[in-house]
C-alpha cells in the first residue's frame, strides 16, 4: 500500500509560482501511475495532470496546459506539479492520487491512495 504525502502549497500573488511536492511513504511511487487534482470551495474535486506508471508520458487538463508540469524523481520517490502563472481560479486543495497499472484517468474515483491535500491560495 501507499501513504502518500504532499506538500508546498502556500499563499502566492497572481503570476507567482508554486512547486507541490508528493512523496510516499510505503511502496514507491514509481510504481504507480500519479496524478494531481485539485478542489476549489463549492467545487467538485477536478483533474489536473497526471504521469503514466513506469514513464514520462504525461496528460493535462486544458485548463493547465502551458502552465502546469508534473514530473516524477523516482530517486527521490517524489512526484512534483509545478505551477506557473498563477491565477485567483487556481485557488483550491491540490490532492496528489496513485493508482494501479498504466491508465491514466482524469476521473477521481478511478485512483485509489489519496493524499490529505495541500491548500494553494492566489491573491489577485
Known amino acids: 500500500q501507499v501513504q502518500l504525502i504532499e506538500s508546498g502549497g502556500g499563499l502566492v500573488q497572481a503570476g507567482g509560482s508554486l512547486r507541490l511536492s508528493c512523496t510516499s511513504s510505503?511502496?514507491?511511487?514509481?510504481?504507480?501511475?500519479m496524478a494531481w487534482f485539485r478542489q476549489a470551495p463549492g467545487k467538485e474535486r477536478e483533474f489536473v495532470a497526471a504521469?503514466?506508471?513506469?514513464?514520462?508520458?504525461?496528460f493535462y487538463a486544458d485548463s493547465v496546459k502551458g502552465r502546469f508540469t508534473i514530473a516524477r524523481d523516482n530517486a527521490k520517490n517524489t512526484v512534483y506539479l509545478q505551477i506557473n502563472s498563477l491565477k485567483p481560479e487556481d485557488t483550491a486543495v491540490y490532492y496528489c492520487?496513485?493508482?494501479?497499472?498504466?491508465?491514466?484517468?482524469?476521473?477521481?474515483?478511478?485512483?485509489?491512495?489519496w493524499g490529505q491535500g495541500t491548500q494553494v491560495t492566489v491573491s489577485s
Open positions: 492520487a496513485a493508482r494501479e497499472g498504466f491508465y491514466t484517468g482524469t476521473q477521481a474515483p478511478e485512483y485509489t491512495y
Open positions: 510505503g511502496r514507491a511511487v514509481s510504481g504507480y501511475t
Open positions: 504521469i503514466r506508471r513506469g514513464g514520462s508520458s504525461t
